[in-house]
């Protein structure tokens, strides 16, 4: 039972438009969510955070929002660049436990 | 760069095999974290040690066992390998394992059993 999940596989965009990357969770006590970026050949790198109290954290081109009613995060990137393509992770945990992560999202910022 | 190393990079090996996956986390790193990604499969996490003591453990198979010694770098031991357990595997440290603590990962071993 996926308790992340990523429902897009894939994402086009062109370069200058914002892109949106869309994660859904089931599990209500996730208080820590987390988005990572990962290249071909390398390991996921740590993108940006947003704790259960907030519900957007801003960090240059990035933004998450976070809908707890919803059990809903997305990570808005604006604007969007040729380097942001990559396959993108929505990860979530509960207190101390450990991230679970959903499948990813292969996002290509077309020039 | 995120600070943390693993090797091998690639590691083709047969099935019955036995195979050890080491991993150095960044300098002041005390936990550890071992993950599994499939072919179209997100992150799985296998297991966690923090200063040598095993912290959590995730869906890790018993066929497969780690640890993490005193100089804090971890070993992933996978044996009688099937070709299901052809993955890349991910190591990730972080200071503690508190809720915000971050997880840098290192580029992973790319395992193919044949």
């Known amino acids: 039972d996926q308790q992340v999940k990523q429902n897009s596989p894939s994402l086009s965009v062109q370069e200058g438009r914002i892109s949106i990357l869309n994660c859904d969770y089931t599990?209500?006590?996730?208080?820590?969510f987390l988005w990572y970026k990962k290249y071909p050949a390398e390991g996921p790198t740590f993108l940006i955070s947003?704790?259960?109290?907030?519900d957007k954290n801003e960090d240059g081109r990035f933004t998450v929002f976070l809908n707890k009613s919803a059990k809903h995060l997305s990570l808005h990137i604006v604007p969007s660049q040729p380097g942001d393509s990559a396959v993108y992770f929505c990860?979530?945990?509960?207190?101390?436990?450990?991230?679970?992560f959903g499948k990813g999202t292969r996002l290509s910022v077309i020039a | 760069d995120s600070g943390v190393t693993q090797t091998p990079k690639h590691l083709i090996t047969a099935t019955g095999q036995r195979v050890t996956l080491r991993c150095s986390p960044r300098?002041?790193?005390?936990?550890v974290y071992w993950y599994q990604q499939s072919l179209d499969q997100g992150l799985q996490f296998l297991i966690q040690?923090?200063?040598?003591?095993?912290?959590a453990k995730g869906n890790i198979l018993e066929r497969f066992s780690a640890q993490q010694f005193p100089d804090l770098h971890s070993e992933l031991n996978l044996s009688s390998l099937e070709l299901g357990d052809s993955a890349l595997y991910f190591c990730?440290?972080?200071?503690?394992?508190?809720?915000?603590?971050?997880?840098?990962f290192g580029p992973g071993t790319r395992l193919t059993v044949l």
């Open positions: 990730a440290s972080s200071k503690t394992s508190g809720l915000t603590d971050t997880q840098y």
């Open positions: 599990n209500s006590m996730f208080d820590y």
């Open positions: 947003i704790s259960s109290i907030k």
């Open positions: 990860a979530a945990k509960a207190g101390n436990t450990p991230l679970v």
């Open positions: 300098s002041g790193d005390l936990s």
């Open positions: 040690y923090y200063n040598g003591e095993e912290r």
